[in-house]
């Protein structure tokens, strides 16, 4: 089994917070599947080739908002077919800690804190690796009200959206 080799955020699994349950800050947590569901697939049909994003606002053509994330760590949980440890990181947008808290619930994934694109792929290189997978929760270059997820897998050594 691959181990955690190099992370500056990182350090191990048992450093890191996991989010399982609403909070009385954040209601949206407790969710309802349909409307949910719904949201999270207009999110993705709207990501075009790069990763997963949208705006993060309701009244958004595309948006990304918390109900969105959690069924996509959802289905981005099963789609690893890995109980191993899932790690969510994000960018300082205002948005973000929502995001990755919702999808750290949907996913039963480790929320990392603030990070960057290449820690937390790093998080899956090595042989030392734990993490069955990373996400990180961010729009890069794009205008602060949009947001997005960078998907990474450990079994194949990449993001998502790259192509070999």
């Not at 890191?16 to 209601?27: H, N």
């Not at 349909?34 to 958004?60: M, Y």
Request: proline share 6%; aromatic share 6%.
């Amino acid at each position: 089994m691959r181990r955690l080799v190099l992370v500056v955020v990182l350090a191990s699994t048992s450093a890191l917070r996991r989010v399982v349950t609403p909070t009385a800050q954040r209601p949206w947590l407790a969710l309802t599947r349909d409307a949910d569901t719904a949201l999270a697939l207009r999110a993705l049909s709207g990501a075009a080739k790069d990763d997963v994003r949208g705006i993060a606002r309701p009244d958004a053509e595309v948006p990304i908002l918390p109900a969105c994330t959690y069924w996509i760590g959802a289905a981005f949980r099963s789609w690893l077919g890995s109980t191993d440890p899932i790690a969510v990181g994000r960018d300082p947008r205002v948005s973000s800690e929502d995001l990755s808290t919702a999808f750290c619930r949907g996913a039963e994934a480790y929320d990392a804190g603030p990070a960057t694109t290449p820690a937390m792929l790093e998080s899956l290189l090595g042989s030392s690796a734990v993490y069955a997978g990373s996400v990180f929760v961010t729009a890069s270059h794009l205008p602060a009200e949009w947001n997005g997820l960078k998907l990474f897998s450990r079994q194949l050594g990449r993001g998502l959206n790259k192509v070999d």
